[in-house]
């Protein structure tokens, strides 16, 4: 459960920090976008350089973002070896029944790793630099111009914020229930696939009725203070777009014409 | 069965940034058959340490003697059902354990996963219920239907019905009320008196002083003092910096002490206090 990098929040200070979080969200998506324009080595030599130039203004250290990538390193490996052996080519430099290895496949391989690379940096980035109250305001903000469809923006952003901070507490829910539970005899992950799943019942029925019980006592202490539907309240937490945030919004501008410049290089 | 610390240090993540030490170099012994209990300010390493004694944790260098079963950074996850049939362990709030559709399988639960056979682990339940202060009619009722203490009450015959020769007990108290508390601690130390090892974590001075043989005081994660409650609680070191409260009648006691009585030591129970009173009363 502490294995997982990505979707985890560290905290520092930077300028990457200091973003507004909306400009974060929106430029990751973005980026992630852009990055299906690149076509040749500059062109992805060049993304490679600008991401890792924000891993370093970001003052995260680089061994972070090479432990998110570990989770995903096996569809990782999959898909550069499908990519590698299976691309169709007119000379191959090595083939075995339907397997061939051939330059152009390899090429694609290396650009798909490079690719890979490139989106969990970007969005490892994000989620490690942004709270994740921060993500859901931003979420919200972003949302708002779907109440035109009558879209309940602010109840779907309370129940993020919400969400997001019963995380750790229902972690550490789990694992005092596995411990009492544990204290009694039961062993996790020992024994076949039925016996293994048969064990997480002692840990779900007591998670699901404090999930409950939570829910509830959090609801009569909403009511209790006044809350009645998202409509109309007032907003605490003010995000503050500011000069530095115009100024990643030109950044990104600029690198999407030179993108779109280095496509056609030869 | 004597429990040993030799020089235990647990860090939680130990190659991350978000780590944090639970326990720093403790060195202590628990005796068999006594009631010790632990105190401590809220992230002191109270319930670190305890966790230890049962393996749920395993500590990152040093051991842990339970009787002749010791516990190392290289401990396996396996085989260590022995050990915890010998340690029962009751957790704060232990009614968010419950699971079962009926009182009885819940409090069979843990006997059963020891190895003990489905009609003695029904025998226990029978007997464990009445143990705890409920009638046999509550086996039959789903645990959810019953009221918070009845369910503490449930919670704890389930750790009872394995037979543990050590009990830990992790504010087993909290959120009950004064009667309900004190029919719980009396309970725990009736199963002393049968010739179990009781060791509690508690923030409760009062309990500490009726109840308690030895006392342990952590902070920051460090075994700052061992001993009997009467020479823990005369220890101004201690007091001064705050480590430890005084239970009731040694507040009173202090009182007291500013209006012309005289303490050689603190009386730390109601009985103590009361003798010293009629005592520096009436003998004059």
Redesign the interface.
């Known amino acids: 459960m ?1 294995k997982l990098i990505l979707g985890r929040y ?1 905290p520092g200070d930077s300028l990457i920090y200091r973003l507004d979080p909306r400009g974060k969200f929106l430029i990751t998506f973005y980026f992630i976008g852009i990055v299906f324009l690149a076509n040749n080595l500059v062109s992805y030599a060049f993304l490679l350089l600008f991401v890792f130039f924000a891993v370093y203004i970001s003052k995260v ?1 680089i061994s972070f973002f090479i432990k998110g990538l570990r989770p995903m390193l096996w569809l990782i490996l999959f898909t550069v070896l499908l990519q590698a052996f299976f691309t169709p080519s007119n000379h191959p430099i090595w083939h075995w029944a339907f397997l061939s290895l051939s330059k152009e496949g390899l090429v694609i391989a290396g650009y798909i790793f490079i690719r890979f690379i490139l989106i969990i940096f970007i969005s490892t980035l994000l989620t490690l630099t942004t709270t994740p109250i921060e993500i859901s305001d931003s979420i919200e903000s972003i949302l708002k111009p779907l109440r035109v469809i009558k879209f309940p923006v602010s109840q779907v952003a309370l129940m993020l914020s919400i969400a997001l901070r019963f995380v750790p507490l229902l972690i550490d ?1 789990t694992i ?2 596995m ?9 996790f992950g ?1 024994g076949g696939l039925i016996k293994r799943i048969k064990s997480f ?2 840990i779900l ?2 998670l699901f ?2 999930s409950f019980s939570i829910a509830y006592d959090l609801a009569i202490a909403m009511e209790s203070r006044g809350y009645k539907d998202g409509e109309g309240r007032t907003k605490y937490r003010i995000l503050h777009w500011s000069k530095r945030d115009n100024i990643t919004v030109v950044v990104m501008i600029a690198i999407t014409v030179v993108l779109l410049f280095l496509r056609s290089y030869k | 069965m004597q429990i040993e610390f030799k020089n235990v240090t647990h860090s939680y993540e130990s190659n991350n940034p978000l780590s944090g030490l639970g326990l720093a170099d403790v060195s202590c012994k628990i005796e068999d058959k006594a009631f010790t209990a632990i105190v401590g300010k809220t992230g002191s390493g109270k319930s670190t340490l305890v966790r230890h004694i049962n393996a749920l944790l395993k500590p990152t260098s040093g051991e842990i003697k339970v009787g002749d079963r010791v516990i190392t950074p290289e401990t396996n996850n396996k085989n260590l059902k022995p050990l915890r049939k010998q340690v029962g362990m009751v957790f704060q709030f232990p009614e968010s354990q419950l699971f079962e559709d009926t009182v009885e399988k819940d409090i069979m639960f843990g006997p059963k996963n020891f190895g003990i056979p489905e009609e003695e682990a029904r025998e226990a339940a029978h007997k464990m219920i009445k143990v705890v202060g409920l009638s046999e009619d509550y086996l039959d009722r789903s645990p959810f239907d019953l009221s918070g203490g009845q369910m503490r009450r449930v919670a704890i015959a389930g750790v009872l019905a394995s037979d543990p020769e050590t009990i830990i007990l992790d504010e087993p108290t909290a959120g009950l009320d004064p009667v309900g508390r004190k029919e719980i601690m009396d309970l725990f130390k009736e199963q002393q008196q049968n010739g179990k090892t009781i060791i509690l974590i508690t923030h409760n001075m009062d309990d500490v002083a009726n109840y308690a043989e030895t006392m342990m005081v952590m902070h920051d994660s460090r075994l700052r003092a061992v001993g009997t409650p009467k020479d823990i609680f005369n220890d101004q070191d201690l007091l001064d910096k705050k480590l430890i409260s005084l239970p009731q009648s040694a507040v009173f006691a202090q009182k007291l002490a500013k209006k012309n009585f005289k303490f050689e030591s603190l009386p730390i129970t109601i009985n103590e206090l009361t003798a010293e009173i009629k005592q520096q009363i009436h003998g004059e």
């Not at chain 1, 411990?179 to 062993?187: I, L, S």
């Open positions: 502490n560290l250290s829910e005092k229930i411990d009492a539970q544990r204290a009694r005899g039961v062993d020992e019942v002692p029925i007591p009725v404090s």
